[in-house]
């Protein structure tokens, strides 16, 4: 019997790389435009596949549209297989949420089309986490095709099975040659069947055996479909009997191969055994990961539940939401995330992030409007009345908590003059109103326009008349009126006065509403809820801070002359290490004659806040790194003072860090180190949807060298310690004495930047071939202010909760009169498929969402009004997820229905699960 050789057209189709985006989709339309004749035409062209991502077809369609349909008619015959992804996007350096709404908007994409191709393709992602395989059962697919990452135990064979943590599972296909190992076809049939049969005899059991099928994958980066293909197969087919050529599809391919009998891996993929896995991408850039980390965190956490919640159904902002979340899955492309791209693509990254943040910023703010209405209902209802707090005009200021565990902290308030301040710091006072200039009355006239043009938010513009002749020109300010002033009655005026009285003087003033910006420390806020503020002694002990030491009765944080920080007598946290870097922005590299930079010139301590709720001392260390690297050795000096601010605040038990300097340094990497409590053989790292355990070193191969330097989502946990981070992904264990099973690690080292100047190049000692491009840029040096922001944790509190502390704030907001609360159909609560609340009975707090027992990932409005919320257990023990008093049904990622639940439903270790509440 014959074994059957699937051969599969196909292009990589990178969306942004080494060309900005616009340049890349001019060749794509012109390989689509060939393709789909060459289709029409040519059955023996039996089949292609448009890379596994939807993005493809939306970037052609839109230039193409008329040629939706046919494109319709080739999926349906079989000819053409779309998606399931959106965009095949990095695993590592995006959130779980983030792969979820790829796929799912993937799927809905290809819907229009037929369907999506029925396998979870993954053929270029730079590794794999350990809860794929949970994601791809949850979307129904039973087959994934991976290449990088493979680890060796089980690269010697054709396919794997893949387990995720919770158990589910996988076959994947594994690429020994990545997705191209037929990608370049030559003249005729006779060299064609060489060339699979010294792949063969070349990969060995790689390959597979006996009547087992062969996947011959035709297509690489950007490769346009090759015309002659059919006739190849056919040729080496005539010549003869022992391997039967098929044009093919990824999804017969897996219908045809062996699933019995494989070897089984469990958990993520991310060796560089066999292929590169590019270990540098994750320090590369700074910039675009902390910016990654700001629009995941104000889109999951903050701008959808608190819309699902708080806004009434019908106001459900679902398309901005998609607009925002589009942009996210569009900069989730792995060239894109990992910021191994020309300097005009990264651009393009940051600007697409910067519009996902402002739309979810814009989003948040109109559902905390809608969370101090529902507070403002609230009060009454169990005896408490707005008139507690006459000193805030009447309605007491509300702190909301986003997230879905109960929480205490500190909160900003804007308050107005007169109001208590009892058990507040008073952070800043605005003055009522502020004198800006002094005109004549001709002058007046000019400056009209040049308030038009600079002083948007001046609604309008009052003239008083002194005593003494000057006028005060009052410019109301207002910034909920941003553009509505008419400059006609002004402009008039100011003419008449000219002409009555040239020589008076016109003082211009900017009218604010004046306030009192404070802090306060509240209390037992619900998760996804609110608590209302009311002035008195906190319930904490105050925060003090003085030249070298901070405390608040839980820590104590002493900063050492070396300009290093203790907590609690654990010393030595925070030093700076600064070393080499001739690299790229794929690997780190150090050069052969390295200089290591550790301990700085000099430090100068100042307290920038003494307390009683935040305190915050500034480090001011200065340091001479090295300018740059030439050659083998780094040369140069540059003197660069680093602000590392310590905060503290009362009743915490963290230390939240910021690190703030001109980098004007290149080819060079700097990392935070920290002695850990306890040595280690172990770190656990946030994942996407779990936590990973990961050890001492890593395994690399021919092509790559194994380091050690690790990805982590939000947090990284060793020996007792808690780092967690905005966007700082990379983490090593480090100071590792002792040998084998001996060795333990001291410290961990935080990487805050890496700074290079090549796309890519080689060879290099970490890494002997190019990984792209060998081009030139300026961007990977981040010549400009950088600031970096972290936490530090000694102990052994949940890691979610101190990274939920350190970066997701209580939001204030000043309280709302029963009065303000408009028209019915302006209220947020109410009908229109709003949860009920649960309130104290006091009016003082209340939420319309409890979930406990696990972590909540998404809540959000489906299907009209339904509200769907995803959990996951990050643990080895089985979950209780508790929704109290509420009712519904288990659905899987594509929304498909399973068990009912009444209050509560038990989850699996390490499962991830979906669910929509009844009204």
């Known amino acids: 019997m014959s074994r059957q050789v699937h051969v599969v057209p196909h292009t990589h189709w990178d969306r942004e790389w080494y060309l900005p985006y616009q340049s890349f989709r001019l060749k794509l339309v012109d390989l689509v435009d060939g393709l789909l004749p060459l289709l029409e035409r040519d059955p023996s062209y039996a089949h292609y596949m448009l890379d596994g991502q939807m993005a493809v077809l939306d970037d052609y369609l839109e230039i193409r549209p008329e040629n939706a349909g046919r494109i319709r008619r080739l999926a349906a015959q079989g000819r053409l297989s779309v998606g399931p992804w959106y965009i095949l996007m990095d695993e590592f350096l995006v959130s779980g949420e983030t792969m979820v709404r790829d796929l799912q ?27 794929m395989p949970q994601l791809l059962q949850q979307f129904g697919f039973d087959d994934t095709v991976v290449w990088r990452g493979t680890p060796a135990a089980v690269a010697d064979r054709p396919a794997f099975r893949w387990e995720a943590p919770d158990g589910s599972s996988v076959r994947a296909q594994y690429l020994p040659r990545g997705y191209g190992n037929g990608a370049h076809l030559p003249l005729n049939g006779k060299d064609l069947l060489e060339q699979v049969e010294r792949f063969i005899a070349e990969e060995g059991t790689r390959a597979g055996g006996g009547d087992e099928p062969l996947l011959w994958m035709n297509g690489t980066d950007h490769l346009q479909p090759q015309a002659s293909l059919g006739r190849l197969v056919a040729e ?120 996902a943040i402002r739309i979810a910023d814009g989003l948040t703010e109109r559902a905390v409007l809608g969370v101090a209405r529902a507070a403002a209902e609230a009060v009454g209802t169990g005896g408490s009345t707005l008139d507690d707090v006459p000193a805030l005009g009447g309605a007491a200021p509300v702190a909301i908590n986003a997230s879905s565990r109960t929480r205490r902290g500190l909160v900003t308030f804007k308050l107005p003059p007169g109001a208590e301040l009892t058990g507040t710091q008073v952070l800043h006072e605005r003055p009522g109103s502020v004198q800006i200039t002094a005109l004549s009355p001709a002058e007046a006239v000019d400056f009209v326009a040049v308030i038009v043009e600079n002083i948007g938010d001046a609604h309008r ?94 820590i104590d944080v002493e900063i050492a002359d070396d300009g290093t920080f203790s907590v609690n007598g654990h010393g030595g946290l925070g030093r700076l290490v600064d070393d080499g870097d001739k690299g790229d922005t794929y690997n780190w590299c150090p050069p052969a004659d390295d200089t290591v930079v550790d301990r700085p010139e000099s430090v100068d301590v ?210 709302i009169a029963t009065t303000d609360l408009g028209s019915a159909a302006d ?12 309130i104290a009975a006091d009016g003082s707090r209340g939420t319309r969402l409890t979930v406990g027992g696990a972590e909540v990932s998404a809540v959000r409005r489906v299907e009209g009004s339904q509200l769907e919320v995803r959990v996951f257990n990050p643990t080895a023990t089985t979950a209780m997820v508790r929704v109290p008093m509420r009712q519904g049904w288990l659905v899987d990622l594509r929304g498909r229905p399973g068990a009912d639940f009444e209050g509560q439903f038990e989850l699996r270790p390490w499962g991830i699960q979906t669910f929509r509440l009844r009204a």
């Not at 608190?306 to 492309?333: C, E, G, M, T």
């Not at 209220?827 to 649960?838: E, V, Y």
Request: aromatic share 6%.
């Open 236 to 355: 080496a087919n005539g010549v003869q009997d022992d391997l039967d050529f098929t044009v093919s599809s990824l999804a017969a391919f897996v219908a045809a191969a062996p699933r019995d009998g494989l070897p089984v891996w469990r958990g993520e993929l991310r060796s560089g055994a066999r292929a590169n896995v590019l270990m540098g991408v994750a320090s590369n850039r700074v910039d675009v990961k902390q910016l990654a980390a700001r629009a995941e965190r104000a889109l999951e956490q903050v701008a959808e539940p608190l819309s699902a919640l708080y806004l009434d159904a019908a106001r459900w902002p679902r398309a901005f939401l998609d607009v925002a979340w589009k942009l996210v899955i569009q900069n989730s492309a792995h060239d894109s995330i990992c910021a191994c791209s020309v300097d005009e693509v990264v651009d393009a990254v940051v600007h697409r992030f910067h519009e």
């Open 827 to 838: 209220r947020s609560p109410g009908a229109g498929g709003q949860p009920d609340a649960t």
């Open 606 to 815: 100042t307290v920038i806040e003494p307390g009683p709720l935040r305190a915050r001392v500034a480090i001011d260390a200065t340091y001479h790194w090295p300018g740059r690297v030439s050659g083998e050795r780094r040369v140069g000096i540059n003197e660069v003072v680093v602000r590392t601010t310590l905060e503290l605040h009362a009743g915490d038990d963290l230390v939240r860090v910021s690190v703030a300097f001109d980098n004007r340094s290149r080819d060079h990497r700097l990392r935070a180190w920290f002695p850990l409590p306890e040595p280690a053989t172990t770190s656990h790292a946030e994942c996407a949807f779990a936590v990973v355990e990961r050890g001492l070193v890593a395994e690399g191969g021919p092509t790559e060298v194994g380091l050690a330097t690790f990805p982590s989502r939000r947090f990284v946990e060793a020996g007792g310690l808690t780092i967690a981070h905005e966007g700082l992904l990379e983490y090593e264990l480090v100071d590792i004495r002792g040998t084998d099973d001996t060795a333990r690690a001291h410290a961990l080292a935080l990487t805050l930047v890496r700074c290079t100047g090549l796309l890519s190049q080689g060879p290099m000692a970490t890494r002997p071939l190019p990984a792209g491009p060998i081009t030139a840029m300026e961007g990977p040096q981040l010549q400009r202010p950088v600031e970096l922001r972290y936490a530090v944790h000694v102990g052994e509190r949940d890691p979610y909760a101190v990274t939920d502390d350190a970066f997701l704030p209580l939001v204030g907001v000043g309280g």
């Open 461 to 554: 513009i009052d003239l008083e008349t002194n005593d003494d002749g000057s006028v005060d020109a009052r410019l109301r300010i207002d910034p909920r009126r941003f553009g509505l002033l008419d400059p006609a009655p002004a402009r008039e005026a100011f003419a008449a006065l000219a002409e009555r009285d040239p020589g008076a003087e016109v003082r211009v003033w900017m009218d604010f509403t004046p306030r009192r910006v404070v802090l306060a420390h509240i209390d037992d806020i619900p998760g996804f809820g609110w608590a209302r503020w009311v002035p008195g002694a906190p319930s904490v002990e105050p925060v003090h801070a003085d030249d070298h030491r901070l405390g608040n009765g839980i």
């Open 105 to 131: 908007l993937g799927l809905a994409k290809a819907a229009e089309f037929g369907g999506a191709m029925p396998v979870g393709y993954l053929p270029d992602m730079f590794g794999h986490i350990a809860q």
